[in-house]
């Protein structure tokens, strides 16, 4: 954001956390931890071997700077900024572990302490400080190993100013994930570290009380960010184990928000072992959806209805996840897409439908593209989309453009049917433009080898079909145009095929799909961008458009999508996707 856009709330409350980051420097320090400290965080070896290489790569920018101290890199973006801040890279230097890895992790973070331990830089804000006390403490063995009283002391007498800051600051956190964060870092910070323990109690109520403002009955967040969601409840997590290694017992909000929580995660993850790309959110890191559900223990409950709305289907093989409710309301829609009804697709460990994603960490115009209807999996009207942007308020201290005429009715009814799983859904987010209502109709069978599809626009009642001639006279009779998109994964070998009438997709683990469009529909295959924000830049890939002029108050286009009969129910594929390559 610019200064101009930086609003005065978010300038005063820079001010201020100046002001208490300064005053906490001064305080009275801790000089001990009351237990060694158990470490949670576990890093990717891939990312950390390229820290120590000299290629850092933070919020969707690569600055290559060997033998060069994190703290003198060039900073290209605030974010990336705050990302050093945070200190999740000492997560990434300890997966590696050898000797370079280990005096870079010390090097840096007692460097912090020198550099910004008074109260100055960027990193003075409740949720960076949580983030990055949660990793200080986990990894101080390998922090202070070998290091000299003074420096130990000093690092000491930090940890202390900033748990004292987050004692003082973490109201200022944002709602929602910020505040977790803040919030978990006191906690952690009270129970480690000696004299601190009269923050914990204060903390864990603030905690509860978070639970449950933020944490829906149902287990899901107002964001309706399937990745947000697992990082909140990682951090339920680690704030629960802390808590019971120092023999506390968590908040019952506390506990209920894990419990409600874990099967919603486990609907929103596909076959691959990835989240669903929604709403802001990737695929997680790799492991940690794994991990959170493990640490939590709680076993997985079937869920036939939605799960923080999104309808998940899995048969053989094959995962399908549709956006099947309304889009975040508008005060939690920052990050939010105008994705109503698309839907992901993944056979055994390999996408093949997807939606473009977020391209937040790309800039401002491919995450504004990303949040557009065309960037989704599903059935949109030239020129608009399902939800629209605008500037409707202030989040975070910062203008944002939020989701504004979304749809207010959207329906979704499930039903097991002769040979597999039907899913009606419908939206009126057409309804004001064009007096259309989009609904889209998927059949998966039971054996995951094949999903057929189709999707009608209709105009139902008399305003409607009022609306919809008054546009069909404007388009000279021209009809309303639309496009169906399928948006294919990066690693999906896609071409025409049967002379136009089918594409052919090749996955790496050689498993075939066909798609076939019916009726008079006319079929291309696009480029398209896949965008994912542990990469360098947008991926290149295809994407299959189905489009068309509704001329009629029912227009319905059917497709298919399925294997190709020679392709086997059960294929051997060893080889995963590296989130973390370089491109």
């Known amino acids: 954001m610019s200064s101009e856009e930086e609003s005065w709330s978010a300038r005063k409350t820079r001010w201020w956390n100046s002001v208490h980051a300064r005053g906490a420097s001064l305080s009275r320090p801790a000089t001990a931890f009351t237990s060694t400290p158990e470490p949670r965080t576990i890093g990717t070896f891939a ?35 705050a990302d050093l801040h945070g200190c999740t890279w000492l997560d990434d230097l300890a997966a590696v572990g050898d000797v370079h890895a280990t005096k870079r992790a010390q090097e840096w973070t007692h460097e912090w302490v020198r550099r910004f331990g008074s109260g100055q830089g960027a990193g003075w804000t409740p949720d960076l400080t949580g983030r990055r006390l949660i990793r200080w403490i986990n990894h101080a063995i390998l922090v202070l190993n070998g290091q000299e009283k003074k420096v130990s002391e000093a690092f000491f007498r930090s940890l202390a100013s900033q748990t004292i800051f987050l004692s003082r600051r973490w109201k200022a956190a944002s709602p929602g994930l910020p505040r977790f964060e803040a919030l978990t870092g006191l906690i952690y910070a009270g129970l480690a570290l000696s004299g601190m ?23 899901g967040l107002s964001t309706r960010n399937p990745e947000e969601l697992l990082e909140v409840f990682t951090l339920l997590n680690w704030a629960a184990e802390a808590l019971q290694d120092a023999g506390n017992m968590p908040g019952k909000e506390h506990l209920a928000a894990i419990q409600s929580v874990a099967p919603v995660l486990r609907a929103l993850r596909h076959a691959d072992g990835g989240l669903a790309r929604f709403h802001g959110g990737g695929r997680g890191l790799e492991g940690r959806l794994d991990r959170a559900l ?38 939690a829609s920052a990050n939010a897409h105008a994705s109503t009804l698309a839907f992901e697709l ?40 399902s939800s629209r942007l605008g500037v409707a308020g202030v989040v975070s201290g910062h203008k944002s453009e939020l989701l504004i005429d979304a749809p207010g009715d959207v329906r979704f009814e499930r039903v097991e049917v002769e040979g597999g799983t039907r899913l009606v859904i419908g939206h009126n987010g057409y309804q004001a433009s064009h007096g259309l209502t989009h609904v889209r109709t998927l059949h998966i069978g039971f054996e995951g080898r094949e999903l057929r599809g189709e999707d ?39 071409e025409v095929d049967m002379n136009g009438n089918a594409v052919s997709m090749a996955m790496k683990s050689g498993e075939i799909w066909i798609f076939r469009p019916k009726g008079s529909v006319q079929m291309a295959l ?32 059917s497709w298919s999508l399925a294997k190709a009969q020679d392709t086997p129910s059960a294929v051997r594929d060893y080889v995963g996707e590296d989130e973390q390559a370089l491109e």
């Open 47 to 81: 990312k950390g071997r390229q820290i120590t290489g000299g290629n850092f790569l933070f919020a969707g920018y690569l600055v290559q700077a060997p033998s060069t101290s994190i703290w003198d890199l060039p900073m290209p973006d605030a974010v990336f900024e």
């Open 197 to 219: 323990n009269r923050h914990v109690g204060n903390a864990v109520n603030a905690l509860e009380r978070e639970c449950r403002s933020e944490i829906d009955a149902d287990g």
């Open 294 to 331: 493990a640490t939590a223990g709680v076993r997985g409950v079937s869920r036939h209805q939605l799960a923080m709305g999104f309808a998940r289907v899995a048969h053989g093989r094959t995962s399908l996840i549709v956006d099947a409710a309304p889009p975040p309301r508008a005060d």
């Open 346 to 385: 993944t056979s055994g460990r390999r996408a093949l439908i997807v939606n473009c994603g977020s391209g937040g960490s790309f800039g401002k115009n491919w995450r504004r593209a990303g949040r557009a209807t065309p960037s989704h999996s599903t059935l949109g009207i030239e020129g608009y989309s």
């Open 456 to 494: 009608v626009l209709l105009a139902t009642n008399a305003a409607e079909k009022r609306r919809f001639d008054t546009v069909y006279d404007k388009s000279k009779f021209d009809g309303v145009p639309y496009s169906i998109r399928f948006h294919l994964h990066p690693d999906v070998d896609a």
């Open 526 to 557: 696009e480029s398209s961008v896949y965008l994912e924000k542990s990469r360098l830049s947008p991926r290149a890939t295809k994407q299959i458009v189905l489009s068309g002029q509704a001329m009629e108050y029912a227009t319905r286009v």
